[in-house]
């Protein structure tokens, strides 16, 4: 094992401000994918990440000026996608959703007017639950929107590609609505491994 393992960074709480980073801009766009959460899924790709986590997936996507700005074309199309039966719901991914807030609650507003709470909403993070509880109001607002989110920074001396949903044994996969209503953490109850 090498000596020296560099970790991701580390925000204190209202650290990183998500309009002082955001450029409203999207690295990808996803439709009718199977590997971004439970079911068949629009997968929504933002733009900008500040933890920089070593051996990250989608290194292109931490630039917060990569890709194209969102527009409401995207967000029609996205709204069109999830409109079908077969549809389960919206993944939020990144880049890091909680540091594209201004996006991310648009849309996810928009998909619980239009569709209640019949599609489901889930995102993934490098922050954990706690940072996000106790950081900015636009944060704690879009995790009440959501329904599922896999927490934690991505830690290459924790890589495991056999969990289900997560790359390290550290990230959890956490009931959002469950958890706020019990202040405190709930895992998703179809966890296998």
Request: charged share 25%; proline share 5%.
């Amino acid at each position: 094992m090498p000596q020296h393992i560099r970790k991701p960074n580390n925000p204190i709480p209202n650290d990183w401000i998500a309009p002082n980073y955001s450029e409203h801009r999207i690295a990808d766009y996803k439709p009718f994918n199977f590997v971004d959460g439970e079911g068949v899924r629009c997968s929504l790709y933002v733009s900008g990440c500040l933890f920089l986590c070593p051996g990250c997936y989608n290194v292109a996507a931490q630039n917060f000026h990569f890709g194209q700005p969102y527009t409401k074309d995207l967000e029609d199309k996205i709204i069109e996608d999830l409109s079908h039966d077969y549809v389960q719901g919206l993944t939020l991914l990144g880049g890091e959703p909680f540091l594209n807030t201004e996006v991310c609650l648009q849309l996810c507003r928009r998909i619980r007017k239009e569709f209640g709470n019949s599609k489901d909403i889930w995102s993934w993070t490098g922050y954990t639950w706690d940072e996000l509880i106790h950081d900015s109001y636009d944060k704690v607002r879009l995790l009440s929107l959501i329904d599922i989110l896999v927490d934690g920074r991505f830690l290459e001396d924790e890589k495991d590609l056999t969990l289900q949903f997560r790359g390290s044994a550290n990230q959890r996969i956490i009931d959002v609505q469950k958890s706020i209503n019990a202040h405190d953490v709930v895992i998703w109850d179809k966890l296998v491994r």
